[in-house]
């Protein structure tokens, strides 16, 4: 499926989230204690935020500055992402 299509599909937050809940651990700043289900929640739909208006801008960053940016995003609050393979 196209990434537009697919973007367009409005289970996509959905997916995303699943994605995050089933392949990926996360671990706060100083390992600071929060809802897990929340913080992933917060963090999924928050990314989404993010690729929808990347989208509606026409791309106005090269995919590289908006990687960058969401890294940089990403690490005001998370001290580590793992992988975990689900299967």
Do not use: C
């Amino acid at each position: 499926m196209p990434f537009l299509q697919l973007f367009q599909d409005t289970k996509f937050p959905q997916r995303i989230l699943k994605i995050y809940q089933e392949k990926f651990l996360f671990e706060t700043i100083n390992n600071i204690p929060v809802n897990m289900d929340y913080f992933t929640r917060y963090t999924a739909y928050g990314f989404y935020g993010l690729i929808s208006n990347w989208i509606q801008t026409g791309f106005k960053e090269s995919q590289a500055d908006f990687i960058h940016e969401v890294i940089d995003l990403a690490r005001t609050h998370m001290k580590a992402v793992k992988y975990v393979d689900g299967e």
